[in-house]
């Protein structure tokens, strides 16, 4: 749960270091020496990588004569076998390789039965869970688009082809620390319509519970109340809905069939927090295999065992939904471009090894086990492609926003030499010495937001296919962190950035915000760039509401303000006391002036006295490192000149 709190949405340059408990000892001893110096190196790049989905045929099937051609579609049961850590190097994942781990063990418990179960029964291993659930999208794509287009000659000898068209996927999606499991129709992974899903595998959560209930002879008085090792979670019948058997959202790779036709179940832990995965404590000792015992093995008398629900799909009559799913699976695919004025008219240039994002806002960032805000590497020519969106009904629609980056790094400046070119000439062009490009992976190519008309960054996904030209130009970054406006406990994310030459905005801009569009706490943050001549000014507001914050860098004897050179930035430093004397210098002058004209306002003068005193004490504070006053009395000045 805490892994969430770990990294960041937006492209804000700051360095993460993780110690481990081995080394406090070593660092304690440093610390008891007084004052030390060190410099502390960090690199941790971007890197394209290559995983494989393992697929193979268990056994072939032996219908009766009577089974219809229901009676006879393939079950897939699957888990993924990689992990993921917030510390992408230390990814132990002994937690998550337990899905795996029991999918081996149902493997050679089906291949080591007497007789063949009448439904072929297939398993896969899928690779890349952590970036976005890539393998199972990826087989996914291939099979439906088999299925639907039919196969390439060089497609049609291959395992997947000769399989045909399964009757459900099952996924196996376990961990130990609980003695309970579920079967699931649904997830959070692309957030499906519930009503649209789950009346379809109703029946198939009833007939699993009663069949899981019908080993249970040592139960007395079974209920839907008895706390059995196995729970229906499609239905409703424990009072409970299924996301509630998680304290945290939590997607699953079944989700992925099923937004392609393709009925897909999940059998997931349920009651358990998996507080150790996506960090580097998901190690053995951590597990609860007391736990993981009583949740999958059979017991006669008192538990249905993992093996034996297995079987009941290998042994299912009929169909597995109650009618035919829609096929709302869909992808975007795109180039990430610059435009070099010396051979273009408009940007075609490629960006290759540009990393590209999209957000939904629906906070994504906090799936568990996975990164539900994904990155994708462009290829030689700038393109790049998401694959298992959703296509949406129309009172869902909602745009994702992507943003591409060109990163300083070794690997996206050799492979972008004219870029590379184009960003130092103008980087010459500003107060900065343009030297070599310091390789430490802050942003030199930034998407452009300023004409969404011309060039969008916002896409309303309304077809299976959908493409889109993102265009980035050389920028510099700068991130505001703690914008909640201490009046009201609001988020400012209306911020307005204006060159401060000619009081508009700039002609190229783009800005970040956190993959929520309710805030979040633990990223109230924003980035925004634009071209690093530039002065700028900054406006922060909520909506149609009055400005809470500006931000000019301004004195006492130029109210109005200079702005600032974005080159010379990382952030901007003690902005929350900066941006609240900008606003007290401003009204300074502005009550100076109604003076002049006889207009005087007791109330004002005593909200600019007092604010006057709190920042004094905010400066105070914060030459002497006494952090917590001074965020306190700047929030205070603050508060108290936004009302005047």
């Given at each position: 749960?805490?892994?969430?709190?770990?990294?960041?949405?937006?492209?804000?340059?700051?360095?993460?270091?993780?110690?481990?408990?081995?080394?406090?000892?070593?660092?304690?001893?440093?610390?008891?020496?007084?004052?030390?110096?060190?410099?502390?190196?960090?690199?941790?790049?971007?890197?394209?990588?290559?995983?494989?989905?393992?697929?193979?045929?268990?056994?072939?099937?032996?219908?009766?004569?009577?089974?219809?051609?229901?009676?006879?579609?393939?079950?897939?049961?699957?888990?993924?076998?990689?992990?993921?850590?917030?510390?992408?190097?230390?990814?132990?994942?002994?937690?998550?390789?337990?899905?795996?781990?029991?999918?081996?063990?149902?493997?050679?418990?089906?291949?080591?039965?007497?007789?063949?179960?009448?439904?072929?029964?297939?398993?896969?291993?899928?690779?890349?869970?952590?970036?976005?659930?890539?393998?199972?999208?990826?087989?996914?794509?291939?099979?439906?688009?088999?299925?639907?287009?039919?196969?390439?000659?060089?497609?049609?000898?291959?395992?997947?082809?000769?399989?045909?068209?399964?009757?459900?996927?099952?996924?196996?999606?376990?961990?130990?620390?609980?003695?309970?499991?579920?079967?699931?129709?649904?997830?959070?992974?692309?957030?499906?319509?519930?009503?649209?899903?789950r009346p379809k595998f109703s029946n198939l959560g009833v007939k699993l519970d009663e069949f899981a209930k019908s080993f249970l002879t040592e139960y007395e008085n079974l209920s839907v109340h008895t706390m059995t090792s196995?729970?229906?979670?499609?239905?409703?019948?424990?009072?409970?809905?299924?996301?509630?058997?998680?304290?945290?959202?939590?997607?699953?790779?079944?989700?992925?069939?099923?937004?392609?036709?393709?009925?897909?179940?999940?059998?997931?832990?349920?009651?358990?927090?998996?507080?150790?995965?996506?960090?580097?404590?998901?190690?053995?000792?951590?597990?609860?295999?007391?736990?993981?015992?009583?949740?999958?093995?059979?017991?006669?008398?008192?538990?249905?065992?993992?093996?034996?629900?297995?079987?009941?799909?290998?042994?299912?009559?009929?169909?597995?939904?109650?009618?035919?799913?829609?096929?709302?699976?869909?992808?975007?695919?795109?180039?990430?471009?610059?435009?070099?004025?010396?051979?273009?008219?408009?940007?075609?240039?490629?960006?290759?090894?540009?990393?590209?994002?999209?957000?939904?806002?629906?906070?994504?960032?906090?799936?568990?086990?996975?990164?539900?805000?994904?990155?994708?590497?462009?290829?030689?020519?700038?393109?790049?492609?998401?694959?298992?969106?959703?296509?949406?009904?129309?009172?869902?629609?909602?745009?994702?926003?992507?943003?591409?980056?060109?990163?300083?790094?070794?690997?996206?400046?050799?492979?972008?030499?004219?870029?590379?070119?184009?960003?130092?000439?103008?980087?010459?062009?500003?107060?900065?010495?343009?030297?070599?490009?310091?390789?430490?992976?802050?942003?030199?190519?930034?998407?452009?937001?300023?004409?969404?008309?011309?060039?969008?960054?916002?896409?309303?996904?309304?077809?299976?296919?959908?493409?889109?030209?993102?265009?980035?130009?050389?920028?510099?970054?700068?991130?505001?962190?703690?914008?909640?406006?201490?009046?009201?406990?609001?988020?400012?994310?209306?911020?307005?950035?204006?060159?401060?030459?000619?009081?508009?905005?700039?002609?190229?801009?783009?800005?970040?915000?956190?993959?929520?569009?309710?805030?979040?706490?633990?990223?109230?943050?924003?980035?925004?760039?634009?071209?690093?001549?530039?002065?700028?000014?900054?406006?922060?507001?909520?909506?149609?509401?009055?400005?809470?914050?500006?931000?000019?860098?301004?004195?006492?004897?130029?109210?109005?303000?200079?702005?600032?050179?974005?080159?010379?930035?990382?952030?901007?430093?003690?902005?929350?006391?900066?941006?609240?004397?900008?606003?007290?210098?401003?009204?300074?002058?502005?009550?100076?002036?109604?003076?002049?004209?006889?207009?005087?306002?007791?109330?004002?003068?005593?909200?600019?006295?007092?604010?006057?005193?709190?920042?004094?004490?905010?400066?105070?504070?914060?030459?002497?490192?006494?952090?917590?006053?001074?965020?306190?009395?700047?929030?205070?000045?603050?508060?108290?000149?936004?009302?005047?």
């Amino acid at each position: 749960p805490k892994s969430r709190k770990k990294f960041l949405t937006v492209p804000a340059n700051v360095p993460r270091f993780y110690i481990a408990r081995e080394d406090l000892a070593a660092l304690n001893s440093l610390l008891a020496q007084g004052d030390v110096e060190a410099t502390i190196h960090c690199a941790m790049d971007w890197q394209p990588a290559r995983t494989r989905n393992l697929f193979a045929r268990l056994t072939e099937g032996s219908p009766p004569k009577n089974a219809s051609s229901l009676d006879t579609k393939p079950v897939v049961f699957h888990a993924y076998y990689d992990s993921i850590s917030v510390t992408p190097t230390l990814a132990p994942g002994a937690e998550q390789a337990c899905g795996a781990a029991t999918l081996l063990e149902l493997a050679r418990y089906i291949r080591n039965l007497p007789g063949s179960p009448p439904r072929p029964i297939y398993v896969l291993f899928t690779g890349g869970h952590g970036q976005t659930l890539a393998g199972m999208t990826h087989f996914v794509r291939r099979l439906s688009d088999g299925l639907e287009r039919g196969w390439t000659a060089d497609a049609r000898g291959t395992l997947i082809a000769r399989m045909g068209e399964p009757g459900i996927f099952v996924g196996l999606d376990l961990s130990t620390r609980s003695d309970r499991m579920g079967v699931f129709c649904l997830g959070h992974y692309r957030e499906q319509p519930e009503g649209q899903i789950r009346p379809k595998f109703s029946n198939l959560g009833v007939k699993l519970d009663e069949f899981a209930k019908s080993f249970l002879t040592e139960y007395e008085n079974l209920s839907v109340h008895t706390m059995t090792s196995f729970v229906d979670c499609i239905n409703l019948s424990h009072g409970r809905g299924w996301w509630t058997f998680f304290p945290y959202r939590i997607p699953f790779e079944s989700e992925l069939p099923t937004l392609a036709g393709l009925p897909g179940v999940t059998l997931a832990t349920v009651n358990d927090d998996r507080r150790h995965v996506d960090t580097p404590d998901d190690v053995e000792i951590h597990q609860r295999f007391d736990l993981f015992e009583k949740q999958i093995v059979h017991k006669p008398g008192e538990r249905v065992g993992l093996a034996k629900i297995a079987l009941a799909f290998a042994y299912w009559r009929g169909p597995f939904v109650s009618s035919q799913l829609d096929h709302t699976m869909a992808k975007v695919a795109g180039r990430a471009v610059w435009l070099d004025q010396e051979i273009d008219y408009t940007p075609n240039r490629p960006l290759r090894g540009a990393a590209v994002t999209y957000k939904t806002y629906k906070a994504n960032k906090h799936l568990m086990g996975t990164r539900g805000v994904p990155m994708a590497l462009t290829d030689a020519e700038g393109r790049f492609e998401f694959d298992g969106m959703m296509l949406p009904a129309t009172w869902m629609r909602m745009p994702i926003v992507l943003e591409a980056y060109g990163l300083a790094s070794k690997r996206f400046t050799e492979d972008n030499p004219n870029a590379r070119k184009e960003y130092l000439g103008v980087v010459a062009l500003s107060a900065s010495p343009a030297g070599a490009i310091p390789l430490d992976g802050s942003v030199l190519y930034g998407v452009d937001c300023a004409r969404q008309g011309e060039y969008p960054t916002e896409l309303l996904i309304r077809k299976k296919v959908e493409h889109i030209n993102l265009v980035a130009f050389p920028c510099k970054t700068i991130t505001l962190a703690g914008l909640t406006e201490p009046r009201n406990f609001i988020t400012l994310y209306d911020l307005v950035l204006l060159d401060a030459a000619t009081e508009s905005p700039p002609f190229q801009w783009g800005e970040s915000l956190s993959d929520s569009w309710r805030g979040d706490p633990e990223e109230n943050c924003i980035t925004i760039w634009a071209d690093p001549t530039l002065r700028v000014r900054l406006t922060l507001g909520f909506g149609f509401q009055e400005k809470r914050l500006i931000l000019v860098n301004n004195t006492p004897e130029d109210p109005i303000g200079r702005g600032y050179r974005l080159s010379e930035l990382e952030t901007i430093p003690s902005w929350l006391l900066q941006g609240a004397r900008s606003m007290w210098y401003l009204d300074e002058e502005r009550v100076r002036s109604f003076e002049t004209h006889g207009i005087s306002n007791p109330r004002v003068h005593e909200l600019h006295e007092e604010s006057y005193q709190h920042l004094e004490r905010a400066e105070a504070a914060l030459e002497r490192r006494d952090y917590q006053t001074y965020r306190m009395a700047a929030e205070q000045g603050w508060a108290l000149e936004s009302r005047a």
